[in-house]
DNA sequence: GTTCTAGAAC
DNA sequence: GTTCTAGAAC
């Protein structure tokens, strides 16, 4: 058959570029690692980012350049890796010396990559919203880094808690942080955060 | 993790 | 009728 050469064979069609693969929304925060408008510190052992959509007036996540999916990855060598997160994220802290913050761990994170939260206690943003935001950084499911790296180094691993028991304390009912009040609901919460709030 | 929105709660 | 929460998202 003159012509029908093996190449002329179903080619894609180049003028048709693929969308570029999607990843998992739980994979966001290594595209937030590398974006210039979240990034705030950064050395040869970690990055330091605005959180997307902070739940406080500062609200920033701490995160190793070696991957680490989560706590259950780290062993005892790690300590001091988490050692130096805590000392980075307290050395930032000073930039803001009438800011209360606290820094821990979720013990069931929704994205990968380990993260120590660092958020100031006021809890005055649009982005905190639900009765899970809240839970999740003032029932026990928050994980003081302190305790963590304790465990690391006493038991050489991170002991958390089953999904079943994270997702108890996140449904648990709303309490104030600072004082006896439970709210309702959210948009009560947010009005009584105010009456803690030494602007 | 967020967005969206149905229907529960008020 | 409006506010608020909770479950699906191919």
Redesign the pocket.
């Known amino acids: 058959m003159a012509g029908a050469t093996p190449s002329k064979r179903a080619a894609p069609d180049s003028n048709t570029l693929q969308p570029a693969k999607k990843t998992h ?2 994979q ?1 925060l290594l595209a937030s690692m590398n974006d210039p408008n979240l990034v705030v510190e950064s050395d040869d052992r970690i990055v330091i980012i605005k ?3 902070p ?1 406080a007036r500062y609200h920033f996540l701490v995160i190793p350049k070696l991957n680490f999916p989560n706590l259950k990855s780290l062993k005892r060598e790690q300590s001091e890796l988490l050692h130096y997160m805590e000392d980075q994220s307290r050395l930032l802290a000073t930039k803001y010396p009438q800011v209360e913050f606290r820094y821990g761990y ?1 013990a069931i ?3 990968s990559q380990l993260h120590l939260h660092m958020i100031s206690q006021d809890f005055d943003s649009p ?1 905190l ?5 809240w839970n ?1 950084f003032n029932t026990r499911y928050f994980l003081d880094s302190a305790d963590v790296i304790r465990c690391l180094e006493e038991r050489g691993m991170v002991v958390t808690m089953t999904p079943i028991a994270g997702e108890k304390l996140l ?1 648990q009912p ?1 309490k104030c942080h600072k004082c006896v009040y439970s ?7 947010k009005q009584h955060l105010y009456k803690h709030i030494n602007n």
């Not at 919203?129 to 935001?133: D, F, L, N, Q």
């Open positions: 929304w739980s966001g959180d997307k959509y739940k979720h994170p929704s994205m982005c919203k639900t009765k899970r935001h999740s449904d709303l709210p309702q609901n959210m948009p009560k919460l």
